[in-house]
């Protein structure tokens, strides 16, 4: 993860005389941080900085006739409009979830003129801009959008214009390799760990219990530290789906008639164990708790609560829809009053977009800070190109290939899973009612 990796030797770049940066997919605090960051250490040297308005959504539908407008498209993000915006919430040159390489998840689709029409929209409007880089700023979906760009400019003929690309790792989920920490993540747990304590204040009062999915698509980083830090009885993410708790289905496709087999939770067993947290903490002379979920258990629930189901951009279920919490609520209320005899409440919330555009925390801030002038650092200082912008240690900056992070085969990136027995994993059981017996 060093720049003296073999795969990280500078590459012959045209000078860098202006850089354009993107944001896409969902917010995360201390986006600004990274943004205006960035942009005030590429504009020190005389380069001028464009703000791509609102992820790839304007690129996407870039054509010579419709040609990028200033304000419109993008803004140049001078002195005056960074001023004091390190700080703020939200991002200042907004996001969308368009992702242009949709339709490319293999090489070879690099050279296919109808697979590759998005990525080819995109380098021909950037170019139009007269970038010489781009700062991706996003998740992985994002990166795996910024790897398939620098591998589209990568088939070009020789003499055409290309732009170099590096990445900034963003997700509240923390779920990215290369990385132990993504800016974002430790507001998020602080904004969502303050609402579990509001609503564990609730639970007692009324001796009820509270179901909270949090957010977390793939891994469960987010709902742990939430947990951890918001004093929750119980939490279960992905990590948590060992072979006890998982068994296959086969699913036909209504409209071709084709069957395939998918891991899906024993929603039963799930159901059993919060109950089981709840009686235990019964023994304890507490009716009441919190319990809290990733929202990623959703794309694992059996197909007869998936009917409605849609998917979005990038192929993933909206986990939204799957009414995790409420589902969950239900079952576990309806297994409680059959093994006591009792009844108990238990509410489903939801919980997550409210944390995603909240003022960052000083780490935050400072993480991003240090990203953004990574950014700086690897395209201009180190002439790098297909890198994410990473830290380790007191702040140090290192820059890890794309070819690292993503598989060359499929094009897709590997999540990072909380592992299984980690200290971290064994701070919550420590912490929670989680029955060892």
Sequence with gaps: MS???PLLEPTPLRPIRRVAILFAGGPAPAANAVISTAAAAFGRQGIEVLGILHGYAHLAEYSPENPMQEGRDYVV?????????????GIMIGTS???PGKAVSSPSHLTDPDRSAGLRTVQRAL???GVDALVSIGGDDTLKTANKLKKYQEHLPAGE???????????????????????GYFTAVEVIASEIRNLLADAEACRLYFLVESMGRSAGWLAYGAAIAGEASLVISIEDLTADFITTETVTDPKT????????MIIEKVVNLIVQVMIQREKEKKEFGVVVVAEGLGSYMPSKYLESVTLDDHGHISLAQTKLAATLSKLVEAEYEK?????????????GYEARCAPPHAFDVVLGSQLGVGAYRALVENGLNGVLVSISGQFNLNYVPFEKLIDPETMVTVVRFIQPGSDFQKLARFLENYPHD
């Design 3 to 5: 720049s003296s990796s």
């Design 77 to 89: 993000l001078d002195q005056t409009r960074l001023r004091r915006t390190r700080n703020t919430r």
């Design 97 to 99: 979830r368009t992702n």
């Design 127 to 129: 170019v139009s801009l």
């Design 161 to 183: 214009k290309t732009f170099a690309v590096v990445h900034v790792p963003k997700t509240i989920d923390n779920d990215y390799p290369g990385i132990d920490f993504t800016f």
């Design 257 to 264: 008639g084709s069957t395939a087999s998918r891991q899906v």
């Design 339 to 351: 093994r006591t005899g009792r009844k108990r409440r238990m509410n489903g919330v939801q919980l």
